[in-house]
């Protein structure tokens, strides 16, 4: 009775880390893209400052 109760355990510790491991990279994946869009905007911003600077020279 105590094995089968443990064998359960340890299956629901094991189900409930394989949960965490797919959140952990959901939560990675979220963040590389905020990140890759605020480089994307902010190589936007940059060209666009420097050609409006070059057209008013």
Known sequence: MTEINLH???KEIRKEIKNLKLEITQY??????????????SAAVTFLYEWIKEVLK
């Open 28 to 41: 990675k994946s979220f963040v590389g893209g905020v990140l890759w869009a605020f480089m994307a905007l």
């Open 8 to 10: 359960e355990e340890l």
